[in-house]
């Protein structure tokens, strides 16, 4: 793309199911005996991954009479070809969660080496030892991991070194069906993760929420199909609600709700950015007058989410003051502010991270930091995207910077932002394609 920055985004756009939900949704569909419909599903390329490795698996895909309805129908679950399900998951971490269900419905489950962004080691250990505990068997292959389950899943005490997402939503998927009771210790509580909750539920699983991060889950012998309508992606509201901070714009991101997004709102309003919730909806916009410098720590639910703060910090390259970024959930996630100090601003990035008074997360040990000063003029320049979030912080960056900027590898982005270039076209953004 490029880009022409200099042009307030303004309008309105849609936000439709979370990516961090709606695969994970999709996944589900294994457990049950019948089929299943998910509503308000978004169409990004993780969604048509894993779409695709369900229909190695035998399920039956079909869209209802509106485009965000699919219907899944697992029926004739069977095993799949183990190169055909490295070539679908290449670009998706989302195989490691098929493990659980495969288990049950086949007996055996293979993993590829897992794709993704690349912003961080993102080891699988927590979900193999998870699955072990369950009684998996799991054999490491060169092309892969194959696992088994001689003797079934029994449930299991399980609890995780980190509240892990992934590694909870692997619990949930291997201990609805597994016999007996699991008591999952040190979970992660995302709203996602609730929605999964839901999901289940719905199903006919029996899943207890505890205080302080206990998850109880029962085994059932046999789990229905759903209905359910899945939760808005907090990570691209957030994304535009940066946006239209950055480019002095105004934006109303629909089908966002307050609730979930409380913690990103009170940062967005001590930077100086404004907002209205209404019922279908959230306005976000600059009301005028200097950015102030923040400092955010990020964190799991209900911390600040780590893939609100990418966007965010191209907002703060314009603050007047220094504000700081302690990331404390992925080891390797300031490579975008390579490509915003080229275009002028001044990021440094502390890569063992900075020991501060007033901390309220716990220091982690491979943490990092990343102290913007500002408020500095961004000029054009040609990026590459490295990430999904990075990569969208990149778009907000040309948008904002003097001259015409080259985004390229922007394929990426369309992993979790829905149709995003039409968005960018409704909100008027000056850019054009180049072949």
């Given at each position: ?11 309105r756009i849609e936000v439709r199911g979370a990516k961090n939900l709606a695969t994970k ?298 504000s700081t970024i302690h990331e404390t959930v992925y080891e390797n996630r300031f490579g ?100």
């Amino acid at each position: 793309m490029i880009i022409k920055g200099g042009t307030p985004l303004k309008g309105r756009i849609e936000v439709r199911g979370a990516k961090n939900l709606a695969t994970k949704a999709m996944v589900a569909t294994l457990l049950g005996k019948t089929p299943s419909v998910l509503r308000n599903v978004p169409n990004i390329s993780d969604v048509r991954v894993v779409a695709g490795l369900l229909a190695l698996h035998g399920v039956l895909i079909t869209k209802g009479e509106d485009a965000d309805e699919w219907h899944f129908d697992p029926s004739n679950v069977e095993v799949a070809h183990k190169a055909d399900i490295d070539a679908h998951a290449g670009s998706s971490r989302i195989p490691i969660l098929f493990c659980g269900p495969l288990l049950h419905r086949l007996g055996e489950a293979f993993i590829p080496d897992l794709g993704g962004c690349r912003i961080g080691d993102r080891p699988i250990d927590f979900h193999l030892d998870a699955l072990r505990e369950f009684g998996a068997v799991v054999e490491k292959l060169p092309s892969g991991i194959s696992l088994t389950a001689p003797n079934g899943l029994k449930g299991a005490n399980i609890e995780l070194p980190y509240p892990s997402v992934g590694a909870t939503e692997q619990v949930l998927l291997t201990a609805v069906l597994a016999e007996g009771q699991t008591e999952l210790r040190n979970a992660a509580i995302e709203p996602e993760i609730i929605d999964l909750i839901c999901i289940l539920q719905k199903m006919g699983a029996i899943i207890s929420m505890e205080p302080n991060r206990v998850i109880l889950i029962e085994g059932v012998d046999e789990l229905r199909g759903y209905d359910h309508k899945a939760i808005f992606d907090r990570n691209e509201a957030a994304s535009w609600a940066a946006a239209a901070l950055a480019t002095k714009g105004d934006i109303f991101v629909g089908g966002v709700r307050q609730e979930e997004m409380m913690t990103f709102l009170n940062a967005y309003r001590k930077v100086g950015g404004d907002f209205d919730v209404h019922d279908d909806g959230i306005r976000f916009w600059h009301p005028g007058g200097d950015l102030k410098p923040v400092t955010i720590e990020t964190d799991v639910h209900p911390g600040f989410m780590t893939d609100w703060q990418q966007p965010l910090v191209v907002a703060l390259t314009q603050a007047n003051g220094t504000s700081t970024i302690h990331e404390t959930v992925y080891e390797n996630r300031f490579g975008f502010t390579d490509a915003l100090n080229t275009m002028g601003a001044n990021i440094v990035v502390h890569p063992n991270g900075l020991s501060e008074a007033g901390r309220r997360v716990k220091r982690r040990e491979f943490e990092q930091a990343a102290v913007i000063t500002g408020p500095t003029p961004l000029t054009a320049a040609d990026v590459v995207v490295p990430d999904l979030r990075g990569g969208f912080s990149h778009l907000i960056a040309a948008m904002i910077a003097e001259g015409e900027s080259k985004v390229s590898n922007i394929g990426i982005i369309a992993r979790g932002y829905e149709n995003f270039i039409e968005k960018l076209r409704l909100l008027g953004a000056d850019f054009v394609f180049e072949a």
